[in-house]
């Protein structure tokens, strides 16, 4: 049996746990962080396409990288499947497209524990201008 999946570092700090014990992630500082998921793939057919637009906009920045690109074209394959066949959608494959519902972060449950840092406003300083 294998134990929960260890939640990115990015999405701790997006819902701020880094924050409330920094001892806890601060072995991970170094860990591989996300660049941009980039461009559509060119091969995706044409029926994945708006769903990969629809999830990769709907998730936070910073969120996805080069190396979600596999996962999420499976995602999008699965919720292509279920939009449009869902009667005779297998169990297995709606399991799989709720893991990863969730490790993408897009349950109301998983969603509510990300935050987006907040950037202080800067106060302007009549300094500046000379």
Known sequence: MQGRPRTPLNILQLRGADKVNPGR???????????SIGRMPQHLEAQYRPIWKEVSHAL???????????????????????????ESMSSAKLSKLETLLVRFGMTPSDRSRITQAQTPKKEHNPFDDL
């Not at 990288?65 to 919720?79: Q, V």
Request: aromatic content about 8%; some cysteine.
């Open 25 to 35: 992630y601060k072995a991970r500082l170094n860990q591989m962080q996300p660049d």
């Open 60 to 86: 936070p920045p910073g969120t996805l990288g080069k190396t979600d690109r596999i996962a999420l074209e499976l995602l999008c394959k699965l919720i292509y499947a279920m939009r449009t066949d869902f």
